[in-house]
């Protein structure tokens, strides 16, 4: 793969690391370097990040059952199969989908590959889940988007590479405070509860050097990303066990997810 103008592939990036674990070609060197070495630091890795991709296709098809037509996606990383449109449309055509990435590879793969149903609409814009204005504001999202009406913020795997500087409580508040009563928020994000001590602290230490930013929380500081919102059940839980467990594997859990309704 060769790197598109303005894009520097000696420089990892989330969504092409995130790419290659999910069996993607888009990725660079650099990325897949990252990829390997997490790999080799932390044991289902790969699993983890396609058992999240489940997650997020679990909760698109669960809430457009319960009445959502529209859907912000912070974050979305390269397309692949099952992305948040395709998802809801495929339960209610008429579903509204915008798509929000700073990777500007996301954005090219994006525009070529997803498309819309006639009755629905999607939209894609490259911008920074840490400038909530930016986004909020962006002609796009407001052409797309009816914020009289609920919107389900889909925030899956993105809080973690936001750090405790960046303030990311701070950054789901501000999005939440810009829908109506009645939205939701898809969250899934890396945690070490669930894992034994020493895999964990071996986990800290190789990746402590790692070019590309990623922060473990505990469920507590995750489950205060979710203050204004009813957690839907089984609350928040290990991402495959949301809403019921789908994988029986003994395979290390290293994420949370949960879906809360604004109240």
Do not use: C
Not at 184 to 189: K, T
Not at 197 to 204: N, V
């Amino acid at each position: 793969m060769s790197a598109p103008h303005g894009i520097n592939p000696n420089i990892p990036h989330s969504a092409r690391v995130y790419d290659y674990w999910l069996g993607g070609k888009d990725n660079f060197e650099a990325d897949r370097r990252v990829a390997e070495a997490t790999m080799a630091a932390v044991p289902g890795v790969r699993e983890s990040a396609r058992n999240n991709r489940a997650f997020l296709g679990r909760a698109v098809r669960h809430l457009t059952k319960l009445g959502v037509r529209q859907f912000l996606d912070l974050g979305t990383g390269i397309p692949t199969q099952g992305n948040t449109h395709e998802v809801a449309q495929a339960e209610a055509p008429d579903a509204r989908v915008v798509y929000v990435d700073n990777d500007p590879i996301v954005m090219n793969h994006a525009r070529a590959l997803l498309s819309s149903t006639p009755e629905g609409r999607t939209a894609y814009i490259e911008a920074d889940v840490r400038d909530p204005r930016s986004i909020l504001d962006h002609p796009q999202v407001r052409e797309t988007l009816d914020f009289t009406q609920p919107v389900a913020l889909m925030m899956v795997a993105i809080l973690m590479h936001i750090s405790d500087a960046d303030d990311p409580a701070g950054l789901v508040k501000a999005y939440a405070d810009a829908v109506p009563s009645g939205s939701y928020l898809v969250l899934s994000h890396l945690t070490l509860d669930f894992l034994p001590k020493k895999t964990a602290d071996d986990y800290l230490e190789a990746t402590r050097h790692q070019a590309m930013h990623r922060t473990p929380r505990t469920g507590e500081q995750i489950a205060r990303y979710f203050d204004g919102f009813d957690l839907l059940e089984p609350g928040l839980v290990a991402v495959s066990a949301w809403p019921e467990p789908s994988v029986t594997s003994d395979t290390p859990k290293w994420m949370y997810a949960g879906v809360g309704r604004k109240r």
